[in-house]
T-cell receptor, first 113, second 114 residues
Framework: TQLLEQSPQFLSIQEGENLTVYCNSS?????LQWYRQEPGEGPVLLVT?????EVKKLKRLTFQFGDARKDSSLHITAAQPGDTGLYLC?????????????FGKGTLLTVNP | EAQVTQNPRYLITVTGKKLTVTCSQN?????MSWYRQDPGLGLRQIYY???????DKGDVPEGYKVSRKEKRNFPLILESPSPNQTSLYFC?????????????FGQGTRLTVV
């Protein structure tokens, strides 16, 4: 069972366009993180949101955590080729003695010049 | 520079030949974990460690072993690799396995078992 569903799975756009990536779950998470992974590298954290309804901005990226803490979105304004990569959402919650991160399958974004 | 270092980056081996993938972090992090990343399946946790000598199974532990004798090192051991363990492996560390803690990932080890 995939706890975190990301959509779309693939996205190819032109430089300057806006886009939104979604991360949805039927489960409640105590935190939601977004990572970006480039080819040949490990994921790198972009942002962490912990409060329902929270919105965080990182330059042209806007992250939102749903009120019920079950979903999140990532919006990129005026995308640039440097934004190309695999975007992963990860929900965090306690499972036994482990604070576990559950990852979505990712959205592969390609921004064409 | 704060980092998580995995070795080797690439490995091709034969079925049944024991191998170890090393992972080392220089951030004095307590929490370390191993993931495998497969097309269509995403990142899945194999094992994790809350601290020295404290390890436990993640979601897909079968066929793997780990140890945590020192805080900085968390090797992944495949006693008898099989082709279904061909995958991209990532080691990650964080200050603690807690709410919102950032996970730092290594650069990955691409393993092929033939």
């Amino acid at each position: 069972t995939q706890l975190l569903e990301q959509s779309p799975q693939f996205l190819s756009i032109q430089e300057g366009e806006n886009l939104t990536v979604y991360c949805n779950s039927s489960s409640v998470f105590s935190s939601l993180q977004w990572y970006r992974q480039e080819p040949g590298e490990g994921p790198v954290l972009l942002v962490t949101v912990v409060t329902g309804g929270e919105v965080k901005k990182l330059k042209r990226l806007t992250f939102q955590f749903g009120d019920a803490r079950k979903d999140s979105s990532l919006h990129i304004t005026a995308a640039q080729p440097g934004d190309t990569g695999l975007y992963l959402c990860a929900g965090g919650r306690v499972g036994g003695s482990n604070y576990k991160l559950t990852f979505g399958k990712g959205t592969l974004l390609t921004v064409n010049p | 520079e704060a980092q998580v270092t995995q070795n080797p980056r690439y490995l091709i081996t034969v079925t049944g030949k024991k191998l170890t993938v090393t992972c080392s972090q220089n951030m004095n992090h307590e929490y370390m974990s191993w993931y495998r990343q497969d097309p269509g399946l995403g990142l899945r946790q194999i094992y994790y460690s809350m601290n020295v000598e404290v390890t436990d199974k993640g979601d897909v532990p079968e066929g793997y072993k780990v140890s945590r004798k020192e805080k900085r090192n968390f090797p992944l051991i495949l006693e008898s690799p099989s082709p279904n363990q061909t995958s991209l492996y990532f080691c990650a560390s964080s200050l603690q396995g807690g709410r919102g803690t950032e996970a730092f990932f290594g650069q990955g080890t691409r393993l092929t078992v033939v």
